[in-house]
């Protein structure tokens, strides 16, 4: 079993029944007593960050989680449907686990979903798709001033800002770790 010396950045560890990636850590020697290690853990599942001190070789358990390759099917009521590329076997996903990603996930785009195990922990989108534009107010000529922004609803219900110059039917391409606009495709 691991140790508080094998902690690094980037070690997924299994802490209180939950699994944590380590965002920061730092060994501290005391001049009397014992050392420890002071660690910044980011919750997995949900993003939360906590700190939290471990004595210096008190064990620990490292988890190994790997991303899969997923593509998007359909929505089937409360849960989203997905084909696993390599088998094309299919699984329900809760929309829970789907989160804010759903916004920017049109069928068909290929996914990354994070297992520990068999247990499904999350979906990363790729960073930037291509969205087209379904309704948005038309820019009013003249209206130039600098970095001027409207609301433009997208093919799948998300409604993000984008330029005045943007026309319903365009596509745009969304950055879907903040949800704004980056550029128009041509």
């Not at 970095?147 to 026309?167: D, H, Q, R, S, Y």
């Amino acid at each position: 079993m691991a140790t508080t010396a094998d902690i690094r950045n980037g070690l997924n560890i299994r802490y209180n029944g939950k699994v944590y990636t380590v965002i920061d850590f730092q060994h501290v020697k005391r001049g009397r007593g014992g050392a420890f290690v002071r660690v910044k853990l980011k919750e997995v599942k949900t993003g939360r960050v906590l700190e939290e001190t471990f004595d210096s070789g008190e064990e620990i358990e490292i988890v190994r989680l790997d991303f899969r390759k997923f593509q998007f099917l359909y929505k089937d009521g409360d849960e989203f449907v997905f084909m696993d590329l390599e088998t094309f076997d299919q699984i329900h996903v809760p929309s829970e686990l789907v989160g804010e990603n759903a916004l920017f996930m049109k069928e068909n785009e290929t996914v990354d979903i994070l297992f520990d195990g068999d247990q499904i922990l999350g979906i990363q989108l790729p960073t930037f798709v291509e969205l087209e534009v379904i309704e948005t107010e038309p820019g009013i000529k003249g209206d130039t001033v600098t970095n001027v922004m409207k609301p433009a609803k997208l093919e799948t219900g998300a409604v993000i800002n984008v330029p005045l110059f943007i026309e319903q039917g365009e596509k745009i391409r969304v950055d879907t770790r903040t949800g704004e606009y980056v550029e128009r495709v041509k």
